[in-house]
């Protein structure tokens, strides 16, 4: 963004935050919205129970100011706000119910978290946030070094400073953070927490205006439902893989795991327990931050659930207008018919392949033939004395179709659709034929495969012996269902 005076100016006349900032009723409008959504964390809240809290807000305050300080009713300053020229609250209507709800804005939260920056701090901690830039730096350095031999001299020096630390600790000198430390990542981290969540209202408002253009254009498109589909279908995938797209699907995959939940749970009770971090009072909610960015994750995850679902309900009107076109030709060719049963057509009306039905009579099939009735003697069995290796028994090949199947939603989740031999580039077959063979079963059970006879796809993997073998398929398409 050029930050000239144009478009600061532009930006002072129509961005929601700065229109916040210069506000009459500024103060009122941060302090009330701050407490009912951003402290609790809460989503969205109804009309009913938003208005509600909103009269307690004023008549405290005219309580103090005197009755002429706010003249309007709750609702009329909610509707204000949520209003386009204003853009602090989203009104909407959800799933299932008729009363209206209200949310903040990405813009208002913006404005709150440079409100709340203005406060004067009594500790402004530094080493921490300059801990976190070295420790990105690393890993973006060792993300992209190429070289093998300096990465793995660099893990090595890591590896010979975790022994010395190590040795450190045996004998007896156990460095421990002292409380100015403790306090310094502590405030950091809660930084840290509080801006996650604030992210998620500007994620879940990209995915909405997707949701909301693909609303749009379903409403108004006149040609063919592939075109359509081909075109919303793109843009979602856009999205998707873009940078922000990657990034929330990484978190999500991360915050999910049920092992990662438990530690971050225990980490963050011992932490909290810590004396010094106690004597700064933090929020209660803080046990419980990690859930709210689930909750949070979810209303995102939802958003998307309603652009499958309006492609779904599209897709269903379409076929029921094609089959009722086909219902309608279908009586035009009846009525034509019983319009011309009185005058028939001159010359052939109807060819036939062929004038009489070939006919098997039953006594023309073979009769039924027994089977041959085995001989089995009973033969006593007597010990051998050949030395057998028995060495094969336990060198049996065992396929993990789960850790197979796992691979193919791992590909999945980065692209609509991936080819059977990019599933098995990026993960090499380890053992063999039986291996392939397994993914060949798997793309049978998959919800959605296609196979192109045309494209046909060599398959290669190295065998015990260090042989490679080819395998020549028809291209298989796994689709994500």
Do not use: C
């Amino acid at each position: 963004m050029a930050f000239d005076y144009e478009t600061l100016e532009w930006l002072r006349q129509t961005h929601p935050a700065w229109r916040l900032l210069r506000a009459q009723h500024a103060p009122l409008v941060a302090a009330f919205l701050r407490r009912v959504f951003v402290e609790p964390n809460v989503r969205n809240l109804s009309q009913a129970d938003l208005v509600e809290a909103l009269e307690d807000e004023l008549f405290a305050l005219r309580e103090q100011l005197g009755t002429d300080a706010f003249p309007g009713n709750a609702l009329g300053y909610l509707n204000d706000w949520a209003e386009n020229d204003k853009g602090w609250l989203r009104k909407f209507y959800p799933d299932d119910t008729d009363e209206p709800h209200f949310d903040l804005t990405p813009a208002t939260e913006k404005a709150l978290a440079w409100l709340e920056g203005l406060t004067a701090r009594s500790f402004v901690g530094t080493e921490s946030r300059l801990l976190t830039l070295f420790e990105l730096l690393r890993q973006m350095h060792e993300g992209s070094e190429t070289d093998p031999a300096a990465r793995i001299a660099e893990l090595q020096k890591r590896r010979d400073e975790l022994d010395q630390e190590i040795a450190r600790i045996l004998a007896g000198d156990l460095p421990l953070l002292d409380d100015t430390a403790l306090k310094d990542r502590f405030q950091q981290f809660l930084q840290l927490a509080r801006e996650l969540l604030a992210d998620f209202r500007e994620v879940e408002t990209n995915f909405r205006m997707l949701d909301r253009r693909v609303r749009e254009r379903i409403a108004q498109w006149e040609g063919g439902k592939g075109a359509l589909l081909e075109e919303i279908m793109g843009e979602r995938d856009a999205i998707a893989d873009s940078d922000q797209g990657k990034s929330f699907r990484a978190f999500w995959d991360f915050l999910m795991s049920q092992s990662r939940q438990e530690e971050f749970s225990r980490l963050l009770e011992q932490i909290l327990a810590l004396p010094p971090i106690a004597d700064m009072h933090p929020d209660a909610r803080l046990q419980r931050v990690h859930y709210d960015w689930l909750e949070a994750g979810e209303h995102t995850q939802r958003t998307v659930a309603r652009l499958s679902e309006q492609l779904r309900r599209f897709l269903d009107d379409q076929a029921w207008l094609e089959n009722r076109r086909i219902m309608d030709i279908l009586r035009n060719i009846e009525s034509h018919a019983l319009a011309l049963r009185e005058q028939a057509p001159s010359g052939p009306f109807m060819p036939l392949d062929e004038t009489s039905a070939t006919i098997d009579l039953p006594m023309e099939r073979p009769l039924y033939k027994p089977p041959f009735k085995p001989l089995i003697e009973a033969l006593a069995l007597e010990d051998g004395d050949t030395a057998v290796d028995i060495g094969a028994l336990y060198a049996q090949v065992v396929v993990d179709r789960e850790a197979l199947k796992r691979n193919i939603r791992q590909a999945l989740q980065e692209s609509s659709q991936v080819t059977l031999g990019e599933v098995v580039m990026h993960n090499p077959l380890r053992h063999g034929l039986a291996e392939l063979l397994t993914y060949l079963q798997l793309a049978g059970e998959w919800p959605k495969t296609a196979v192109d006879d045309d494209a046909p796809e060599q398959i290669s993997w190295d065998s015990e012996t260090g042989v490679t073998r080819r395998a020549t398929l028809p291209r298989i398409i796994l689709l994500r269902s």
